[in-house]
């Protein structure tokens, strides 16, 4: 199978692209795991130290991640 | 983060060429260059970390090498595609940059089989920033022999010229590579934030637990 | 003085080991010996006799890789290493006399090995033995360091070689070239930069390595 010099150039900058959309997905799953497992630890705390500290806390990191997801 | 990937895309249509698959240079060197500047980061790093002993040092010589093969992996690809583009076959020995970075892939490669054969520790840290030495001490002694391998491995008749670059050939390959550099830094930095954040919840949740 | 001192005693215990276990050199002889006969079969006739030098250097290596991989147990199984690691010594001795010991096996392997090379195979000049030395230091150098490396780890002896092997490539072409090219010297000259690099690099590094 012969490929035109076109398609080989097109194939190269698709090649790259693939990579860091790949790239990019596998830094999305990571940051879902990563929220869920502080989610985890929030719950975790809260049970340890009791009701009155822990929702304030809980309250933040949720409103910083939304923050976070509404800008990028 | 966006605006790297945009730049890299912009590249292509600004490109004077000649001859159509003169445009996968644009990419396949800056890619090639940002390896070798990862691989030199990562080297930097496991220096300090054997200096000063600091263990942040490890993660950030780690993930710079990390970020240095993927690029090398992508440079023998497009490299690939580039010779199947110019001579017509997907691979040949007489591209020196590509043998190089097939000899330095094994090398990053075996990296990362040192650091899953060992313990977390310290000791794990020192030997992979040892490690990462050997590696950029590696790239200049590799292209020597590479070059003094020409003399006896079966001379071909590919050759590829450096390019004598026009100016606004040049000018397009420096926006490529700044590009691709800015690509690679912001994902050196994704990435570094999150193995801290998964080492950071880990040491949470044993300190909770 | 009390450097060498340590490093000639290194040197002593390990090849004292070896000559009362007596081991390793022969089993480390008989494998190069067969090597090079399994590559006689796997030469096809019309390959030229230049790809002969070619196997020899493969040999050399893989000889000095696996061969000698029993060169870093004894001190595990008896914690050795450990011990001298807490000895008043400078820990890059325990490296150099490791290497120096490692090389004296691999020369007296090759002192079997390169003339039944000569034998089954091609002639060797001054060049190419020059070339054979150099490269078995630096090797050897390689090697000591990264077997530390490797020690503490779980696959110990399949990550030998992946470790040694990219950096063993340089070391080959030195070899062949001095072996097969007109222009020998050149190559030995690069075998002589590789050595001064990567041998300065184990010895300074070896601390670090094997520190807890």
């Not at chain 3, 030469?43 to 040999?59: C, F, M, Q, R």
């Not at chain 3, 779980?154 to 990219?166: D, F, Q, T």
Request: hydrophobic residues 55%; contains cysteine; negative net charge.
């Amino acid at each position: 199978m012969s490929w035109s010099q076109e398609e080989l150039v097109a194939a190269t900058y698709a090649v790259v692209f693939v990579f860091v959309l790949v790239y990019v997905a596998i830094i999305a799953a990571k940051l879902v795991r990563l929220q869920r497992e502080t989610a985890e630890l929030v719950e975790l705390a809260r049970a340890r130290s009791g009701s009155d500290r822990a929702p304030d806390y809980a309250a933040s990191v949720s409103g910083a991640h939304e923050g976070e997801t509404g800008a990028s | 983060m966006g605006l790297a990937l945009v730049l890299a895309l912009i590249v292509a249509p600004e490109d004077a060429d000649q001859g159509i698959s003169q445009r996968i240079f644009y990419i396949h060197v800056p890619i090639a260059l940002t390896a070798y500047f990862c691989f030199g980061l990562g080297a930097v790093k496991a220096l300090l970390l054997l200096w000063r002993g600091n263990e942040r040092y490890d993660l950030e010589s780690y993930v710079a090498i990390h970020q240095g093969t993927i690029f090398g992996a992508l440079t023998l690809i497009t490299g690939a595609i580039w010779a199947k583009a110019s001579w017509g076959v997907w691979w040949t020995w007489s591209s020196n940059q590509l043998v190089l970075f097939l000899v330095l892939f094994l090398f990053y490669c075996a990296y990362f089989m040192l650091r899953f054969s060992l313990e977390d520790g310290p000791r794990r840290a020192r030997s992979s920033a040892v490690y990462a030495l050997f590696g950029v001490a590696l790239i200049p002694v590799s292209f020597l022999a590479i070059r003094l391998a020409e003399d006896f491995i079966h001379p071909t008749v590919f050759t590829r010229e450096g390019p004598q670059m026009s100016g606004s050939m040049f000018a397009t390959f420096a926006i490529a590579w700044v590009a691709v550099t800015l690509l690679a830094y912001v994902l050196y930095r994704v990435e570094l934030a999150g193995k801290r954040l998964d080492a950071d919840l880990r040491e949470l949740r044993e300190a909770l637990q | 003085m009390t450097y060498l001192a340590d490093v000639a005693a290194l040197t002593r215990k390990d090849l004292r080991i070896e000559l009362r276990g007596r081991d390793t050199l022969p089993a480390m002889l008989l494998f190069v010996l067969s090597t090079l006969v399994v590559f006689h079969f796997a030469i096809p006739d019309g390959a030229g006799d230049d790809a002969a030098y070619g196997l020899l250097w493969v040999a050399i290596v893989f000889t000095a890789l696996l061969g000698l991989a029993r060169a870093w147990v004894p001190e595990q199984e008896h914690g050795v290493l450990d011990g001298l690691i807490l000895a008043p010594c400078d820990r890059s001795a325990i490296w150099l006399g490791k290497t120096i010991a490692t090389l004296a096996f691999l020369l007296a392997a090759q002192a079997v090995a390169l003339p039944a090379f000569v034998l089954f195979f091609e002639p060797l000049d001054a060049t190419a033995l020059a070339g054979v030395l150099l490269a078995d230091i630096g090797i050897c150098a390689v090697r000591s360091l990264m077997s530390a490396m490797a020690a503490a780890a779980r696959a110990r002896e399949v990550l030998l070689p992946l470790l040694v092997l990219p950096l063993a490539i340089p070391l080959i072409v030195g070899g062949v070239g001095a072996a097969v090219s007109a222009d020998g010297e050149r190559f030995l000259l690069f075998l002589l930069l590789y050595d001064a690099v990567f041998a300065v690099l184990s010895w300074a590094s070896f601390e670090y390595v094997v520190t807890e």
